[in-house]
């Protein structure tokens, strides 16, 4: 892996994303896209001392480039009152904005996606809407990744029934934005457009663009998706619970697929030494050794091998 990242900034019709690039050494084996979810950045996938996600799949021998989203990092606009983009901003200009710039920048025709919480669902929108993107993509791994929540647990009627569809609301309407840096419930702030739309989504209703009414569940229900890896964390009560990571993947329509168990006991992956839940999945220590390999094994079916550390 190169020793510095290299950042570019892809501009939008209003602001830009920022692409933060690890590159491998020599030629590279893919390219892999990291795309976040709510209230987090980039960052989720790597940290300012070099672990992560992305530097370690950079190890691995691919040229890695990680997403920050409008508003989130350093990528313009901040969140503020006025700023009126939404999640469909993100579906219909950001996703596609992010796959192509990534693509051009690598010289390559076909990419892999690793996304993080929410950020699986609006990717997957992104392809369920544009049916020539889905050709862009060539196998994609979500962590955590549910739309709407159904499970029953403690967690869940603190984290998304009491804080994500009560006082966000009302966060959203005093300050115009959703600051949940401040609140400390998250790493990055959020526009109020696209909490409101994500809060919509997250009830028992159907997928469907709160903005323009596009079905996006109608559009995968013959297919298309590209094939993806689910992976859910037994200890993940709310956030991406288990059975709605497995009722989204559902939702995605017929695509090869695979759930992963991210955990100990009957039904989990094999030899792991712990119950992972909806962030370190991404950051505990132990991951590189024991989540970050299913990646790569589902990136490149078949040819086996062992990581680097």
Known sequence: MSATPERREVPLSRGAIHLTRFRTVGAPRGVVLCWHGAIESGRIFHSRSGRGLAPWLARQGFDVFVADQRGRGQAPPRPARGIDLDQTDVIVEEFPAAVEACLALAGSSRLCLVTHSWGGVLAASSLARFPALRARIDRQAFFGTKRSVRSWSLQRLLYVDLIWKG???????????????????????????????????????????????????????????????????????????????????????PHEQRLVLLGQGPGAALGLSRDYGHLDMLTHPEAAREVFPLVVEWFEPGRGGSAKA
């Open 167 to 253: 006082l966000a609301p009302v966060a959203c309407r005093l300050w115009g934005y959703l600051p949940a840096r401040a609140l400390h419930w998250g790493s990055d702030d959020e526009y109020a457009g696209s909490h409101r739309q994500g809060a919509d989504w997250v009830r028992p209703r159907p997928w469907i663009d709160t903005r323009d009414g596009f079905d996006y569940a109608a559009a995968l229900a013959s297919g298309g998706l590209p094939p993806t890896l689910h992976l859910a964390g037994r200890a993940d009560r709310a956030l991406g619970h288990p059975d709605d990571v497995a009722r989204f993947a559902t939702e995605c329509g």
